[in-house]
Each structure stands twice: as structure tokens, then as C-alpha cells.
């Protein structure tokens, strides 16, 4: 893990991302909501809030998710890239999107929700770890943080 701080950016580049950790998982979910806001499954990596220092203007959105608790959509006031999430669920925890890290990391997701809902055309990917066919597991995710920290 290198520990200098790296920068990245969101397409126009208001919004700025600090962080210096790996990120502790790459996560991937398939569910109904998600095909609807990004168009297809959502690919994030999870930090906790400590890890990274964001800036930049941004709206929020707050949805219910499939747990029944709230989601904080956060995207970039002048872009519109979406840029995190926050979980209510997991407090603490950010969900930074996938394009926002692309020049740092490959996404390769390792777990998975709502696997029953993966595109028919979609084929399981290789690098996945733990593979939930609903959310009815959400609550273990946290728990699963802790023992599948998939920094290197
Ligand atoms: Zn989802
Ligand atoms: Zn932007």
C-alpha cells in the first residue's frame, strides 16, 4: 500500500478525491435501482470516510434502498458524474464510484448483491469473491468489511 497522498478527479474536475488506501472492497450491485440511476449495475469501491477527504460542489440525493434504510447519491454540481454514496446502514462507510478511481484501479469486483438480477448476458466475473443473490445479507456486508479488507 503506498502511502503518499494520490489525487483523482471527476470528468470536468471540480470535484476532487484524496486518499492514500487501497480501497477496502470492490463492489458490485445488480439490483432494480441501480439499473435505473446508472444505467446498468452499480461498480463502487468502499472506503471508509477517514480514508478519503473530498471536495468540491455536489448535490445529494437520498433514496430508500432495498434494505429499507437511506442512500445519499452524490454527484458533481457542474458534471454530474456521481461521484460517491454514503450508506445509512453502514455508517462511516463511502461508496466512491468506479470511473471516479479508474486511473488508480481496475475495477474487479468481489462482491456482489442482487446476483439474481445480473444481466442475462453478464457472466459472473472471475475476481468475484462473495456472491449474494438478494440483499437479504446487506446487514453482513459490514461484517464482511472486516474479514475481506481486499486491500493488498
Ligand atoms: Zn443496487
Ligand atoms: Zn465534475
Redesign the pocket.
Known amino acids: 500500500m503506498a502511502s503518499e497522498i494520490r489525487e483523482a478527479k471527476c470528468f470536468c474536475g471540480a470535484t476532487k478525491i484524496n486518499f492514500k488506501n487501497d480501497p477496502m472492497m470492490h463492489f458490485m450491485?445488480?439490483?432494480t435501482?441501480?439499473k435505473v440511476l446508472f444505467d446498468g449495475s452499480?461498480k463502487v469501491f468502499v472506503y471508509t470516510e477517514l480514508d478519503v477527504e473530498i471536495s468540491g460542489a455536489h448535490k445529494t440525493f437520498s433514496y430508500k434502498?432495498?434494505s429499507g434504510s437511506l442512500l445519499h447519491l452524490t454527484f458533481c454540481s457542474s458534471c454530474g458524474m456521481n461521484v460517491y454514496t454514503k450508506p445509512d446502514l453502514l455508517e462511516g462507510m463511502v461508496y466512491i464510484f468506479s470511473g471516479m478511481l479508474k486511473q488508480y484501479y481496475e475495477f474487479k469486483p468481489g462482491v456482489e448483491?442482487?446476483a439474481d438480477h445480473r444481466f442475462t448476458w453478464e457472466n459472473k466475473p472471475d475476481t468475484m469473491i462473495q456472491s449474494y443473490s438478494n440483499n437479504g445479507t446487506l446487514e453482513r456486508i459490514g461484517e464482511l468489511l472486516e474479514n475481506l479488507d481486499q486491500r493488498e
Do not use: E, V
Open positions: 450491485c445488480h439490483c435501482d441501480c452499480s434502498g432495498g448483491l442482487f
